[in-house]
C-alpha cells in the first residue's frame, strides 16, 4: 500500500474514531451514573446533523449554526431528563429499552414531518473546502482535517472537566458508585441533569461537524447508536477512556476493514467485541471514570 | 372467566376463515405466525430473565434458508427437508451467539444481543448472500408432500392459516410443557434468583444457553413460515426494528406466562394496522402508544384488570 495512501486511512480512522467517542462517551456515562439505558442516544446524533442542516440555511454560516445548535441541544438534553428520563430511573432495563425505543419512533417521525424523509448535504464553509495535497497524487479535504481537530478538543475539554472539576468529581464518583454519592448529599437531580444535557450536546455536535463531510439520511442515528453499543461494550460500561480506547479500535478496525474485506467489513467489529467478551467480558477499562 | 376467554378466542380463530375475508385471514395468519415468535422470545425475557434485543436475527436466518435451499425464486423447496435445515440453522446460530452473549447479563446482555443481530443483518445486507440488500422473491412456496399426494398446499390461503393455527395451537402446547417441567422450573429460579440456584449446584450458564438455543429455534420456525406467507426475504426481517417489535409484542400482552405473547401480537399488529391506515406518520402515534403502555401497564394488557384494581384501591400494605 502507497504511504499516501495509508496515510489518508489513518486519518479517517481517527476521525470516524473520535466521532463515535463523541457519541458513546455521552452513552456510556449515561448509563454509568443514572444506570439508564437510553437507545434513544443516536437520535441525538441525527437531530445534531438535521439541526446543522437547518441552521446552517438559515444562518448561511456552518460555525454559527453548530454553536447555536449546541446551546440548543444542551437545552433539549435538560428538558428531555426532566420531562421524560427522571421517570425512567426505577423502572427495569427492559422498560427502558422500550421506552426509549418508542421515543426513537417519536424523533424520527417529527423529523420527518419537520425536514422530511430526504437525504441532504450540508455545504463545508467556503475557506475550508480546498484539499491539501498528500504524496504526488492524493489529496485530503481540509474541513475532514478540522472535524478530527475539534473532536481532538472537544474530547480535551470533556477530560479536563471530569479530571480537574469539582462537577467533574461528582461525576466520576457517581459513576463508580451512585449509592454513595446520594447518600453524600450531592444534588443528584441537578448532577443527572447536567450529565445528560452533556451528553446530548456531545451527541448532536458530533452530528453536526460531521454533517458535511457525510450527508444527512434519515435513520443515520440508530446506525451509530447500534456502533456506540460495541465501543461501549468494548471499553466497559461508565469508563470515559475505555470508550476513547474503544472508540480509535473500531475506527481503524472498520475502516481499514473497508480496504481489505470490502463486502465483509461490516461484521468485522463484531468479531473483535466478540473476541473482547471472551477475553474480558466486562470490557477494558471497567470502572474508571477517567 | 379466565378458562372461557381462551376458548372463545379459539373458537373466533378456527371460524375466522368462514365469516372473513381473504385479507382477513391473510392478516390472522400472519399475526398467528408473530405470535409464535413472540412466545418464543417470551421463553427468554418473560420466564428466564433474558432480555435480548437480537431475536430477530434467528427469525432472519430461518426466512433466509427458505429462499437459499430452492433451486431458484421459481422452483419450491421441500418442507420435509427446508424447515428442519431452518431451525437447525437458527438453533446453531442461537448456540453460538449464546455461548457468547451469556458470559454477560443486565444492561449488557441487552446491548450485545443487539450487537451481534446487527452483525448477523450485515452479512446478509453488505454481501451478495440472498440478494444483498434488495432480498430475494419466492415465487413458489415449499411443497408438504406425502408420497404423491399434497398434504397442505400452502399457497391457499385458508389451508396456510389453519396449518398456522396447529403451529401456534402446537408451539402453544410445547412450551407449557417445557414450562411445567424441571428444566422450566430452573429457567424460572434463575429468574428469581441466580447466585441461589448455583448455590443449589445449577449450571446456570449452561440452563441459560439451553433456554437461548431452544428460543432461537422456535423463532426460526416462525421466521420459516414468515417466509412462506411473505413470498420474499429482505434483510429488513432480521433487523433490529424487528427484534425490538418482538419485544414490544411480548410486553405488551404480559410477560411469562405465554397467553400474553399471544394477546400482545394481536395487539401490536392490529395497532399498526389501524394507526398506518390513519396517517403516513404513524410512527409517532406507535412511539407514543409504547410509552403510554409501558408507562402505564408494565405487566401488560393480560394484567391490566389488575392494574386497574390496585390502582382503585391500593394495597393496604403498600
Keep these: ?290 | 372467566m379466565r378458562r372461557v376467554l381462551p376458548l372463545l378466542a379459539l373458537l373466533a380463530l378456527a371460524a375466522l376463515p368462514a365469516i372473513a375475508g381473504k385479507f382477513y385471514v391473510e392478516l390472522v395468519a400472519k399475526i398467528m405466525i408473530m405470535a409464535v415468535f413472540a412466545m418464543s422470545l417470551d421463553l427468554l425475557v418473560g420466564v428466564t430473565g433474558l432480555v435480548s434485543l437480537g431475536h430477530a436475527a434467528f427469525f432472519g436466518l430461518a426466512s433466509y434458508v427458505v429462499a437459499l435451499a430452492a433451486p431458484d425464486s421459481y422452483t419450491a423447496a421441500n418442507l420435509w427437508t427446508s424447515l428442519p435445515l431452518a431451525i437447525a440453522a437458527s438453533a446453531l446460530l442461537a448456540f453460538a451467539i449464546g455461548a457468547l452473549v451469556l458470559r454477560t447479563r443486565g444492561v449488557y446482555f441487552i446491548m450485545v444481543t443487539l450487537a451481534f443481530s446487527q452483525m448477523v443483518y450485515f452479512v446478509f445486507h453488505d454481501t451478495k448472500i440472498g440478494g444483498g440488500s434488495d432480498g430475494t422473491y419466492l415465487y413458489a412456496k415449499p411443497e408438504a408432500k406425502l408420497g404423491d399426494w399434497t398434504l397442505v398446499d400452502f399457497g391457499d390461503s385458508t389451508q396456510f392459516y389453519y396449518t398456522m393455527l396447529g403451529l401456534l395451537i402446537l408451539t402453544f402446547a410445547f412450551l407449557r410443557l417445557v414450562l411445567a417441567s424441571r428444566f422450566g422450573h430452573a429457567l424460572a429460579g434463575i429468574r428469581s434468583n441466580e447466585q441461589r440456584m448455583r448455590a443449589l449446584g445449577f449450571n446456570t450458564y449452561a440452563y441459560k444457553l439451553a433456554a437461548f438455543t431452544l428460543a432461537g429455534a422456535i423463532a426460526g420456525l416462525a421466521g420459516y413460515f414468515a417466509a412462506v406467507q411473505f413470498g420474499f426475504v429482505n434483510p429488513e426481517m432480521l433487523s433490529w426494528h424487528q427484534s425490538a417489535n418482538v419485544l414490544l409484542m411480548v410486553i405488551l400482552g404480559g410477560l411469562g406466562n405465554l397467553f400474553g405473547a399471544i394477546v400482545g401480537a394481536f395487539a401490536f399488529i392490529l395497532l399498526q394496522d389501524l394507526f398506518s391506515s390513519l396517517t403516513k406518520h404513524w410512527l409517532l402515534l406507535m412511539g407514543g402508544f409504547v410509552i403510554l403502555v409501558v408507562m402505564l401497564l408494565p405487566g401488560g394488557l393480560t394484567r391490566a384488570g389488575e392494574a386497574w384494581r390496585t390502582w382503585r384501591m391500593p394495597a393496604r400494605d403498600a
Design chain 1, 1 to 290: 500500500m502507497d504511504v499516501s495512501i495509508l496515510l489518508i486511512q489513518i486519518l479517517n480512522s481517527v476521525q470516524y474514531g473520535l466521532l463515535l467517542f463523541l457519541v458513546a462517551s455521552g452513552l456510556t456515562l449515561i448509563f454509568g451514573i443514572m444506570g439508564v439505558i437510553n437507545l434513544a442516544h443516536g437520535s441525538f446524533y441525527m437531530l445534531g446533523a438535521y439541526a446543522a442542516f437547518t441552521l446552517s440555511a438559515l444562518t448561511g454560516n456552518l460555525f454559527i449554526a453548530i454553536a447555536l445548535g449546541v446551546v440548543l441541544a444542551v437545552a433539549f438534553g435538560y428538558l428531555l431528563e426532566w420531562v421524560f428520563f427522571s421517570f425512567l430511573y426505577r423502572r427495569d432495563h427492559l422498560q427502558q429499552v422500550l421506552l426509549t425505543y418508542g421515543l426513537i419512533l417519536i424523533f424520527e417521525e417529527l423529523r420527518s414531518i419537520v425536514v422530511g424523509d430526504d437525504v441532504h448535504g450540508v455545504a463545508a464553509p467556503a475557506a475550508l473546502a480546498g484539499s491539501i495535497p498528500l504524496g504526488t497524487t492524493m489529496t485530503y479535504p481540509v474541513y475532514n482535517l478540522l472535524i478530527s481537530a475539534a473532536c481532538l478538543v472537544v474530547a480535551a475539554l470533556l477530560f479536563g472537566l471530569l479530571r480537574y472539576t469539582r462537577l467533574g468529581m461528582m461525576i466520576r464518583a457517581g459513576a463508580s458508585n451512585r449509592e454513595m454519592v446520594r447518600s453524600l448529599g450531592i444534588d443528584i437531580e441537578f448532577l443527572f441533569r447536567v450529565v445528560f444535557a452533556l451528553g446530548v450536546a456531545l451527541a448532536a455536535f458530533a452530528g453536526m461537524i460531521s454533517a458535511p463531510a457525510s450527508s444527512v439520511y434519515p435513520g443515520m442515528g440508530n446506525q451509530v447508536l447500534i456502533i456506540c453499543f460495541v465501543v461501549v461494550v468494548i471499553g466497559g460500561i461508565g469508563s470515559v477512556p475505555g470508550a476513547l480506547v474503544a472508540a480509535l479500535l473500531i475506527g481503524f478496525v472498520d475502516t481499514f476493514g473497508k480496504v481489505f474485506l470490502a463486502d465483509y467489513a461490516g461484521i468485522l467489529i463484531y468479531l473483535l467485541m466478540a473476541v473482547i467478551l471472551v477475553w474480558r467480558p466486562e470490557g477494558l477499562f471497567r470502572e474508571s471514570a477517567v
